[in-house]
Every structure is written in C-alpha cells, then in structure tokens.
C-alpha cells in the first residue's frame, strides 16, 4: 500500500518540476528587448510539405544584444524561413540577403513592457495552478489510503510534505518571474 502512494507522490512530484520546467520555457520565450534565438522557438517553417521547428531547418544565433542571424541549411529554405517569420506577426521585418536572414530586433517601448510582464504573470498563474492542482489530486490520493488502512499519522506527514513541496515550487515561481520581470523592465 505505501509502495503505491510513494509512485503516485513521487510522479506528483514529478509533474510539479515539469510545470516548473514548461515556466521556464515559455519564460525564455517572451521578449525582453535583446534578441534571444528562444525568441523564435515557436515558429514552424513549411519543409518539403511537413511544418517543422525553424530550430531543425536553419542555425539561429544571437550576433549581437539587438540581432538574430538565421542560417538555413539548404539555401532554398530561405523564402519559407522568411515566410514563416512574416507569418508569425512577432513585429520583426527579416533581411535576407541571399546566404542568411538577420532580424534587428526594435527596441521596447514603456507600454510593450508593461504589456509582456503582464503576459508573464499569466504565464506564473497558470503554472501555480497547476501546481495546486497537482496538490489536490495527490492529497486525495493521502486520504485515500488512510481511509483504506494506512496510518493516520503518516498520512499527515506525507500531506505536510506535499505542502512542503508545493511551497518550494510557488516561491521558484516568483522568483522566475521577478528575474523575468526585472530583465523585461531594464532599459
């Protein structure tokens, strides 16, 4: 019996550092007014009829804190690649010159900024949610098995550890998002 809850725990635990992880991800994502290849993670390029990661038709690099460098590797991706970058409507106009496309990432405005820290405090929400979702269900699981004959006062210490887990991964949250916040706002 406490062998099933341990597996049921421990993939809780699991899915609340995969919450943590996907945090990070889409954190890495939003704009902080350098070019950042993460910038462009999201966008999928037509290659021989199949929508794939830029990521796995061409090189993004960062040249410097305002430029992104994209080089395919078939020349003839370039038009897709670009087309692709028009399409995702992220406010950046790609320059190809034959061999690369480069985008100048334009600088952020007051407003803008405000705009993406808002939209990262969603993103902190929604993972906060489902963190606390993840609690509920596995105290559930807790007082399940007390119910079905574990013991009352291991039950208890397994829910303080839960809580204890699921505060731990709350406070990376805010500081996630006091890092991105921080980094958004600097001019």
């Known amino acids: 019996m406490s062998a099933d809850l341990e597996n049921v725990l ?3 635990y699991e899915l609340m550092d995969k919450a943590l992880h996907h945090l990070d991800e889409e954190l890495g994502k939003v704009r902080a007014g350098k070019a ?3 910038m462009l993670g999201s966008i999928m390029v037509e290659y021989y009829g199949t929508a794939t ?4 038709v061409a090189s993004v690099t960062s040249s410097d804190s305002r430029t992104l460098t994209i080089q395919p590797w078939e020349k003839n991706m370039l038009g897709p690649i670009e087309k692709s970058i028009f399409e995702a409507n992220m406010g950046f106009t790609p320059m190809n010159n034959g061999e690369i496309i480069m985008i100048t990432v334009p600088p952020l ?11 990262t405090k969603s993103l902190g929400e929604d993972a ?3 963190i606390r979702t993840i609690r509920q269900k596995l105290m559930d699981s807790i007082k399940k098995e007390v119910k079905d004959g574990y013991p009352e006062d291991s039950g208890k210490r397994k829910e303080a550890e839960v809580q204890k887990h699921v505060d731990a991964s709350i406070e990376k949250i805010g500081k996630y998002l006091d890092a ?8």
């Not at 990661?53 to 796995?56: C, D």
């Not at 405005?109 to 939209?119: A, D, I, N, S, W």
């Open 53 to 56: 990661p830029l990521t796995q």
């Open 128 to 130: 906060k949610v489902s």
């Open 10 to 12: 421990s993939h809780g």
């Open 180 to 187: 991105k916040e921080k980094d958004i706002m600097t001019v």
């Open 36 to 38: 950042s290849p993460a």
């Open 109 to 119: 405005t007051t407003e803008r900024r405000q705009l993406l820290v808002k939209q």
